[in-house]
């Protein structure tokens, strides 16, 4: 059957131009490429000074302040804001981001990717590597004249010591592509089946969060899922300049890795907002996701270099970083362009239960050869109760909650799963395109 539209229209992909002249300024720097005047005919330009411009104030740029870069704006680094940092942000302090902290870098954009379109194509990159070192890629197809895009993160578990470690991939290639299926079907099969679509694979074992590169993760592996988007985001944006929506969806560990890194695809996307659709990954606080297994598992995936800039709240040191960092997207989420989140969960999830147990008696069982303790009966419940009361009246944020102890909903039938009245389908689409469903849905 076609998936229902809700009033979603697919345009050509022109508009939204302004936001990639932006980004290219801030990646501009001093332009010392300027031939030397001649000193030999004083300039030839009648303004006496010998440098050629014609300005009079003998620098050779022609602008007339003096400075040499030819921006008129006297700060000599070429960039127009006058700050002199060179960066075109105008708060002089060298990241690129205009808030004058100098914190944040700047997203610059890089070459886009050039591929057949309405073909699924496996696209190399050298910067991405996955656990076994070796370096990956992604999948992405394009749909011309469509201004809509879906990133969608792959599921794989997570691999923070040797129980967790056994099952969770630790390499993926061209190979490994193949036709993607379910959510990701072409045409009817799926809400976004006219979506453009990118596939970012999961092979680091850091739920998309790590920075730990060269091995420097869990027992010498290479652990940098996060470095990995940062790599396929330089290329994504760029190669679709005409988009006007984005939704960042992800599957259990892609999942967790869609909302962890929520707020820098938004600051890479600029003006075009991107929502976020995220499969059995709830971003929990403490005790459900104890400090020690947060210092831990920050330890082991570099959460230092991957942790939001911005997030003054985030102690890495401290273990408390997952909640700050949520409640900091939760600032612009539904503000800036209408953004949604999107949780799916199980009342009872056993798969991700079986992790956080591992936080369990301050990590009593963190290295324990064998699978950790269950957690006990109704704790997660609880966290997912707490979850709701903590993003009450956020426009931007919301559940659908099925009872039972399953992991991952988007890989069935989405109008099979129901939720009083709603089903998967109508929330799914809710995400995509706001509306009446967009509100938490529990079953008792």
Same mark, same amino acid.
């Not at 990133?151 to 794989?156: F, H, R």
């Not at 939720?419 to 709603?422: D, E, L, R």
């Given at each position: 059957m076609a998936w229902a539209d809700s009033g979603s229209t697919i345009r050509g992909s022109g508009g939204r131009i302004a936001l990639w002249v932006v980004l290219s300024l801030g990646a501009c720097g001093d332009d010392s490429s300027r031939a030397e005047p001649d000193p030999t005919d004083g300039g030839g330009d009648g303004d006496l000074t010998g440098a050629g411009d014609g300005a009079g104030d003998g $620098?050779? $740029?022609g602008d007339g302040d003096g400075d040499g870069d030819g921006d008129g &704006? /006297?700060?000599g680094d070429g960039d127009g804001d006058g700050d002199g940092d060179g960066n075109g942000d105008g708060d002089g302090d060298g990241d690129g981001d205009g808030d004058g902290d100098g914190d944040s870098p700047a997203f610059v954009p890089g070459i886009p990717i050039d591929v057949t379109p309405m073909e699924w194509t496996y696209v190399h990159f050298p910067g991405a590597k996955c656990r &076994?070192?070796?370096?990956?890629? +992604? /999948?992405i197809y394009v749909e011309p004249g469509v201004d809509k895009l879906v990133?969608? +993160?792959? *599921?794989?578990g997570a691999c923070f010591n040797s129980p967790t470690c056994i099952g969770n991939p630790s390499s993926w290639g061209e190979a490994d592509l193949g036709t993607p299926g379910g959510i990701l079907s072409r045409g009817d099969a799926s *809400?976004?089946?006219e979506w453009n679509m990118v596939l970012l694979p999961y092979c680091s074992g850091d739920v998309f969060t790590g920075a730990a590169v060269d091995g420097t993760g869990h027992e010498g592996e290479t652990m940098q899922g996060y470095v990995n988007i940062g790599e396929y985001l330089k290329r994504i944006v760029p190669t679709f300049p005409g988009i006007d929506e984005v939704v960042l969806m992800g599957v259990s560990a892609g999942g967790f890795g869609a909302w962890f890194n929520w707020l820098r695809v938004q600051d890479a996307? /600029? $003006?075009v907002p991107v929502h976020v659709l995220d499969d059995s990954a709830p971003p929990l606080s403490q005790p459900y996701m104890p400090a020690c297994w947060q210092q831990r598992v920050g330890a082991t995936w570099n959460w230092p270099d991957s942790v939001y800039a911005d997030c003054a709240d985030c102690d890495i040191a401290g273990g408390d970083v997952l909640l700050p960092l949520f409640d900091l997207a939760l600032q612009r989420l539904g503000v800036e362009a209408g953004q949604r989140l999107g949780l799916i969960?199980?009342?009872e999830d056993t798969t991700v239960k079986s992790f956080l147990a591992y936080g369990q008696d301050d990590c009593a069982d963190y290295d324990v050869p064998l699978a950790a303790p269950a957690l006990p009966l109704g704790l997660y419940p609880q966290a997912l109760i707490d979850l709701r009361d903590h993003t009450a009246g956020n426009p931007g944020f919301a559940m659908f909650q099925v009872d039972g102890e399953g992991h991952i909903l988007l890989g069935g039938d989405l109008e099979a799963v129901t939720?009083?009245?709603?089903t998967l389908l109508d929330f799914v689409l809710a995400v995509r395109d706001g509306g009446p469903a967009f509100q938490n849905h529990v079953q008792p």
């Open positions: $620098d050779g $740029d &704006d /006297g700060d &076994d070192a070796a370096e990956t890629g +992604l /999948g990133i969608y +993160l792959q *599921p794989g *809400p976004f089946g996307f /600029g $003006d969960s199980y009342t939720v009083g009245n709603t």
